[in-house]
């Protein structure tokens, strides 16, 4: 129902357009019943019609949950949260479920034996592969012949005693020596690698 200038409340505590017009639903009281509140939980568009001071007061002792047990609360709040309406996990249905996973299949991909993803190298291993430029899996012949290359490229010999280069080799044997410590010999497990 779209929102006509005469529903729309303008302030929270304007009297309701829809008001029938009579007195407060309260016994002895003779102002206008221009609020409306619930009878019960079982008809929530069953009204009282009260002044504001009764609506107030109405409100304030007003509990929906009155009367039921913790269990009962619980299970209508989860009723509540699909709106009342049964729910199951996808597929469980019938044989819809096989029908839409069919279909999915054909644009998606679904079924298809995923590659394995590469395998990545132990966190405290990283920096160092970096240092060498090496790249996960290794192993200890790579990792020496790459190192005899750095270290005669970056010796300070070769350089002319350049401090950079010192301070290069410097790091790469320290890169050396983790993975030199950290690698399996040739022969072992990776699994040893570690221990």
Not at 29 to 37: N, Q, T
Not at 149 to 160: I, Q, S, T, V
Request: aromatic share 8%; net charge positive.
């Amino acid at each position: 129902m779209p929102m006509t200038r005469t529903t729309r409340r303008v302030r929270a505590f304007a009297p309701d357009p829809d008001a029938p017009g009579r007195a407060c639903d309260m016994p002895d009281c003779d102002k206008p019943g221009e609020y409306r509140a619930p009878r019960s939980r079982e008809n929530l568009r069953d009204w009282h019609w009260f002044c504001l001071e009764h609506v107030r007061a109405y409100n304030a002792g007003w509990d929906y949950y009155k009367g039921m047990s913790p269990g009962e609360i619980e299970a209508h709040l989860r009723a509540d949260t699909a709106w009342q309406r049964p729910t199951w996990p996808l597929g469980r249905a019938g044989a819809v479920g096989e029908a839409v996973e069919a279909e999915l299949a054909a644009f998606s991909g679904i079924g298809r034996p995923r590659r394995p993803e590469p395998e990545r190298a132990p966190p405290e291993l990283r920096e160092a592969l970096d240092v060498l430029g090496l790249a996960w899996p290794v192993t200890r012949e790579a990792v020496r012949a790459r190192y005899k290359e750095l270290a005669k490229r970056h010796h300070p010999d070769a350089n002319g005693g350049d401090r950079s280069a010192e301070e290069r080799l410097k790091t790469i044997n320290l890169a050396y020596a983790t993975l030199r410590s950290r690698l399996p010999a040739e022969g072992q497990p990776r699994a040893a690698a570690g221990a």
